[in-house]
C-alpha cells in the first residue's frame, strides 16, 4: 500500500480499515464478536485507535460526544443483532440532534439473508430496521462496492443535514480479497444559495427595525460570521441549546430558550425573524407543549436541509445553504442599522432570568460554578433537572462546551459514554458528565470504559433519590406517583471498585476545589451533589 492505493491481497475486513484512515477517521468505538473479527484483522496494524465500551449502545454514544467536539463523524463496529439493536437508541438520538455517525455492523453470510434460518444473531431484515430512522443503510454483498459505499456514507454525513448512516458486512463478505482500490478521501459538496435569494434577504433585512436572529446547533461553525451580521443588523440572538456559546459575552445575544415567555415576546415583537441552523423543534420551541409559540409576521429561514424547510413552522423566504454561505454571501450585501437591538437582548435576558423559579436559578448557579472552576470544562448532559435548567438560560463562554440529550429524543443514559467519546475527541480539555441518580444506572458500567481509556471525565452525580422531575410531573398532572424511586447504590464504592476517585459533597462549596483536582487527573473520577444533604443544593 503507498497512500493512494491498496493491494489486492487485502481483505474487505483490512480494506475497510484502510478507507476509514483515509477518510480521518481516527478512533471507532465497539465491542468486537465472532461476527465482526474479521472487521478488526487490520485494525492493530493502523492508526485508529479502538475504545471498548461496555455496552453497544455505549458505544453509539461515545461517538455521538466524539462527533460533537470535533466536528468528524463517530463510528462505531458493532456485532450482528444485539449488538446493533443495542445501538439503536443512540443513533435515533443522532439523528434527532444531527450528529454524524457511522455505524458499521456485521450481518449473517449472503446466502442466509432473510431465510429465517435460526442462525446465531439472526434478524428477519437489519437493514430494513435501520433505515426506518438512519440516513441510510447498505448490505454491502460485493467485495468491490465497498470504496464507493464508504465515500457514499461520507457525502451523505458531510453534504446535508447530517445524522446516523449504517453498513452491514457479511460474514462471509469479510474476508474476501478487496482488490485493488484507491485510497482517496470523500469530498462532500455542500449547498449555497443564489445571488437572487441574497438579494431578496438583503431586502428584508433593510426594512426591518426590530429583526431578532434565532441560533441553532446548524449555526455553530458561522460564528464570526453571525456576530458580524448581528452588529449590522443591530438584531437580539436567541441561542437554543445546541447554539450556547455563539456571541459569548456579546451585548446581542440572548442565551434563553425560546420555550419561555420573555424570549417569546421578543420574538413576537420582531418585524423580522431569522432563522440559522435550527430545526425549530419541540424541546427547544415549546418545551412546555403549550402550543404558545408566537406566529411569524416576517419568516427567513436558512438550513442545508430541504426537507426541513418545508416543515412548519412555514418561512416566507426558505433559504437552501448552509449557514456559512449564507451569512457570508449576505453580509456585504446589507448595511449598518442603528436601533435598540442591545437594549432588546438585555431586557429579554433580564426577563427570562426574572421568570425562573428558585429552584432553577440554584441549579444553574451550580453549573455557572462548574465553569468558573474549569473555564474551558465542556460540560455533558444527561437528562436530569440542573440540565434542564441549564437549557432553559445558560450563558457559556465558547460554542460546543454544553450539550445533552435532553433535547430532540432525550435518551436517559446519553451522558457518560457521551462523555467519554467527547474526552477522546477533546484530550486537552476537561469533560464533566452532568448526570442524574437514574440516568447514571443507565449507563453506570461505562465508569470503567473511562478508566481503561485513561479518559479525563468528572462524573457529577445530581442525586435527588429517583425520577424526580417525572414525580412532581405527575403530582402536577393530579396522578400517585408510581415507579419514581429507584434505589441508588453507593456511586463512591462502585467509582472505587474502578479504582476510580470519588467524593460526595458536604456543601456546594466544595464543588470548585473538587472539580479543580479532579482536573489534574489523568482519568476519571466521580463526584456526588445529593439535592437534599449537600448543603446549598437547593434553593433556601
Known amino acids: 500500500m503507498n497512500g493512494t492505493s491498496m493491494s ?163 460474514t462471509d463478505v469479510m474476508p474476501l480479497p478487496a482488490g485493488e482500490i484507491a485510497l482517496r478521501p470523500t469530498r462532500p459538496a455542500r449547498p449555497g444559495t443564489d445571488a437572487a435569494t441574497l438579494q431578496r434577504l438583503a431586502a428584508l433585512c433593510a426594512g426591518a427595525t426590530r429583526p431578532v436572529i434565532l441560533c441553532g446547533g446548524g449555526a455553530v461553525s458561522a460564528g464570526t460570521a453571525i456576530t458580524a451580521l448581528a452588529e449590522q443588523l443591530d438584531a437580539p440572538v436567541v441561542l437554543t441549546t445546541n447554539a450556547r456559546g455563539l456571541l459569548a459575552g456579546h451585548k446581542l445575544r440572548v442565551p434563553a430558550s425560546p420555550s419561555l415567555a420573555a424570549v417569546r415576546a421578543l420574538i413576537a415583537q420582531a418585524d423580522l425573524v431569522i432563522a440559522l441552523g435550527t430545526e425549530m423543534g419541540q424541546t427547544d420551541y415549546d418545551m412546555y407543549a403549550d402550543g404558545a409559540f408566537p406566529p411569524l409576521a416576517s419568516f427567513v429561514r436558512v438550513d442545508i436541509d430541504a426537507l426541513q424547510l418545508s416543515r412548519e413552522p412555514r418561512a416566507a423566504l426558505p433559504v437552501l445553504s448552509t449557514v456559512e454561505a449564507a451569512v457570508e454571501g449576505l453580509l456585504p450585501l446589507v448595511s449598518a442599522h442603528a436601533g435598540d437591538g442591545a437594549a432588546r437582548a438585555q431586557a429579554a435576558r433580564e426577563a427570562a432570568w426574572n421568570g425562573l423559579s428558585a429552584k432553577i436559578r440554584t441549579e444553574i448557579d451550580v453549573i455557572e460554578s462548574i465553569y468558573r472552576a474549569l473555564p474551558e470544562a465542556i460540560i455533558v448532559g444527561d437528562s436530569t433537572q440542573p440540565v434542564y435548567a441549564g437549557n432553559l438560560y445558560l450563558d457559556t463562554a465558547r460554542p460546543l462546551s454544553w450539550f445533552n440529550a435532553a433535547t430532540g429524543f432525550g435518551a436517559l443514559g446519553y451522558g457518560p459514554p457521551a462523555a467519554v467519546g467527547a474526552a477522546i475527541g477533546a484530550p486537552g480539555r476537561p469533560v464533566v458528565c452532568l448526570t442524574g441518580d437514574g440516568g447514571f444506572q443507565f449507563s453506570l458500567a461505562e465508569i470503567g470504559s473511562a478508566a481503561d481509556a485513561g479518559a479525563t471525565v468528572i462524573f457529577l452525580v445530581w442525586n435527588n433519590d429517583g425520577y424526580q422531575e417525572i414525580e412532581t410531573y405527575m403530582l402536577d398532572c393530579g396522578i400517585e406517583p408510581e415507579g419514581v424511586k429507584p434505589s441508588a447504590p453507593d456511586f463512591a464504592a462502585i467509582a472505587g471498585a474502578y479504582g476510580v476517585p470519588a467524593l460526595s459533597l458536604a456543601d456546594v462549596a466544595e464543588l470548585g476545589p473538587a472539580l479543580a483536582a479532579a482536573a489534574q487527573r489523568n482519568g476519571p473520577s466521580l463526584i456526588e451533589i445529593h439535592q437534599t444533604r449537600t448543603r446549598g443544593a437547593s434553593a433556601p
Open 8 to 170: 489486492g491481497t487485502r481483505t474487505v475486513g483490512e480494506a475497510l480499515i484502510d478507507l476509514l484512515a483515509a477518510n480521518g477517521v481516527e478512533v471507532v468505538f465497539g465491542i468486537p464478536g465472532v461476527h465482526t473479527v474479521e472487521l478488526y484483522r487490520g485494525l492493530a496494524g493502523s492508526a485508529i485507535r479502538h475504545i471498548t465500551p461496555r455496552h453497544e449502545q455505549g458505544a453509539g454514544f461515545m461517538a455521538d460526544g466524539y462527533a460533537r467536539v470535533t466536528g468528524k463523524p463517530g463510528v462505531a463496529l458493532v456485532i450482528t443483532g444485539p449488538g446493533l439493536t443495542n445501538t439503536i437508541t443512540a443513533m435515533a438520538q443522532a439523528r434527532q440532534d444531527s450528529v454524524p455517525m457511522l455505524v458499521i455492523s456485521g450481518v449473517n453470510r449472503r446466502n442466509s439473508l432473510a431465510q429465517g434460518r435460526g442462525l446465531l444473531h439472526e434478524l428477519p431484515d437489519q437493514s430494513a430496521m435501520v433505515k426506518s430512522f438512519a440516513l441510510a443503510s447498505h448490505t454491502l454483498v460485493d467485495p468491490a462496492e465497498l470504496p464507493a459505499v464508504i465515500a457514499q456514507a461520507f457525502a451523505i454525513m458531510g453534504s446535508s443535514r447530517p445524522g446516523p448512516v449504517h453498513i452491514e458486512i457479511p
